[in-house]
């Protein structure tokens, strides 16, 4: 029998850049696209594969991302805009939306998720309220019908506001003046074994009471933290104590078979005057505390085996946002594919060029880094391949 050995440097190079492309794993990101200058979703593609991110959420079912993304791992949540709500709940027009949004791409992207309407409950239109239900249960008859619930689940994402107490995270619970939708949303979620998602923001909270709020305790940063009265449960940081009001608020409701995921968080590298805490470097810890959590897999400490699912907000910075500063700079990329800051996982698209027949470009310059930053160079599948092969033969 042969016996083979690796050179430690060599070793060394092989393992790090594992380790490196390794961060992105579980890491779910928000595809926003309210922009005119951020790449092709083509170069997207290549990007993102090559740092092993896989997971993405849409607002919409755009056909170009989903052709871009044909043949590869990576997950889906496709959306549906407020505005179509009401034609959802019709049985024709949803069962087309089905045949023309989604199945056309389902042999080839993996897409394992509707999102119908997003923060429904942020708006003061009781009508739009009334119209959520009925399309995400017409979706999911059609889903079935169709013979895809097993593969497409349906669900919605809802903003932070529904909840109306959250402190202590025990004592959670729903605005009274939706009650009565959250109840028959959760009915559904139980009925069809779908996640509840929340938009959650630990900036919101601080931004409104930075003298109350230890901005460690917001950015997962080193802190005593807070102690839930009810539970004696330790809370180190705000956003798992808000999952955990939201749990609090579903039970209260009478459900507990229902799962929490995160669908959006995020902080602003950048805002307006009045939005305290909205610096480069707060949004870098966040983001970097946050992924280590991800890695982590670690639960709440209501729910502590359960990992959280959680989907950052945003990929790129958004330029045609509307509203405050902040809006338009929760990307964790400029519209370059350049970072906005380290947290461990960089890439670059510059070096890619557009292809219009939906097949992936050739792979870019991507720059892989740590907190080490280590570099590797955009042939790194053939510089493993080739050592490989070389060690095997040698």
Known sequence: MATYFVRPRLLFL???LSAVRGLGAGLGINYGQLADNIPTPSRVSVMLQSLNVSRLKLYDSNPKVLLAFSNSNVEFIVGIGNEYLQDMADQVKAKNWVQQNLQPYLAQTKITCISVGNEVFMSNDTQLWSNLLPAMKMLYTTLVDLGLDKQVIVTTAHPYTIIGKSFPPSSGTF????IE????????HSQTKSPFLINAYPFFAYKDSP???PLDYVLF??????TDPNTNLHYDNMLYAQVDAVYSAIKAVGYTD?????????WPSKGDPNEVGSTLQNAELYHKNLLKRIQKKEGTPAKPSVPLD??????FNENLKPGATSERNYGLFYPDGTPVYNIGLQGNVSG?????????DNVPGVIYSSASNIKALSTFFSLVIFVIAYLIHA
């Open 352 to 360: 890619v060029q557009d292809n219009v027949s939906g097949v992936q």
């Open 258 to 266: 229902v799962e929490v995921k995160i669908s959006e968080t995020g």
């Open 211 to 213: 003298t109350q709020i």
């Open 14 to 16: 092989l393992l790090a």
């Open 181 to 188: 939708y959250m109840h028959a949303i959760l009915d559904f």
């Open 175 to 178: 605005r009274q003046d939706i």
């Open 221 to 226: 940063q080193p802190n005593q933290g807070t």
């Open 310 to 315: 959680i989907y950052v907000f945003a990929l």
